[in-house]
């Protein structure tokens, strides 16, 4: 089927990690991808990371792919009030088409 | 910016009422994706173009119907509008068929 998973809140202290879990469903997706949406705003990509890799550090972003679970995660190190936002992965289904499967998003606080 | 856009931002509109959201490719994409975001259904996949033609079809209703133009630019038709259809409708486009996907930021629709 097609259901990718995410915890729905997470709060966390500016300055400190945050981390963002989503687990999906189909293994021949190509991508899996990171996008932020701020409030009244539009859908942002962070990052993504191909199938083939483990793990993506793009400055204080860093993916890491479970292949094996089916388990992706986001960190963002030295969260700043600026991070606060939900944070959508998806997934690019397999097969013909290159759609995208969203999971239902993490809102992430970030306390000053 | 992520080189897609999209207009209007808002539409107002009445149940009944048929509208046209418009999408603008970033420069060299050939395809065109349209996602629907809604409080109850989250990010949903709608119908995908590729220079041109429909290459894939998810969860999009028969009243609504999606074209691309020898520009590249694609349309979204929504007609006989009920209070259901208010939502955020996105484009996304991508290089080719299976190339990442950078999202415009979006037309709020509301129907009254």
């Known amino acids: 089927g097609e259901d990718v998973e995410q915890s729905l809140f997470l709060s966390v202290r500016e300055g400190d990690s945050s981390v963002i879990n989503c687990t999906y469903t189909?293994?021949?997706?190509?991508?899996l991808y990171w996008y932020k949406q701020e409030p009244g705003a539009g859908l942002q990509l962070l990052t993504y990371?191909?199938?083939?890799?483990d793990m993506k550090q793009d400055q204080r972003l860093t993916v890491l792919l479970n292949k094996k679970d089916k388990h992706l995660s986001l960190r963002i190190a030295d969260t700043q009030t600026g991070d606060s936002a939900i944070y959508f992965c998806?997934?690019?289904?397999?097969?013909?088409?290159?759609?995208?499967?969203f999971g239902t998003g993490t809102l992430l606080a970030v306390q000053p | 910016d992520s080189g897609v856009t999209q207009t209007p931002k808002h539409l107002i509109t009445a149940t009944g009422q048929r509208v046209t959201l418009r999408c603008s490719p970033r420069?060299?994409?050939?395809?065109v994706y349209w996602y629907q975001q809604s409080l109850d259904q989250g990010l949903q996949f709608l119908i995908q173009?590729?220079?041109?033609?429909?290459?894939a079809k998810g969860n999009i209703l028969e009243r609504f119907s999606a074209q691309q133009f020898p520009d590249l630019h694609s349309e979204l038709n929504l007609s006989s509008l009920e209070l259901g259809d208010s939502a955020l409708y996105f484009c996304?486009?991508?290089?080719?068929?299976?190339?990442?996907?950078?999202f415009g930021a979006g037309t709020r629709l509301s129907v009254l």
């Open positions: 990371i191909f199938s083939n890799m």
């Open positions: 998806a997934e690019n289904y397999g097969g013909a088409t290159n759609k995208l499967i």
């Open positions: 173009y590729y220079n041109g033609e429909e290459r």
């Open positions: 996304a486009s991508s290089e080719g068929l299976k190339n990442i996907q950078y």
């Open positions: 420069s060299g994409d050939l395809s």
């Open positions: 189909d293994s021949s997706s190509t991508y």
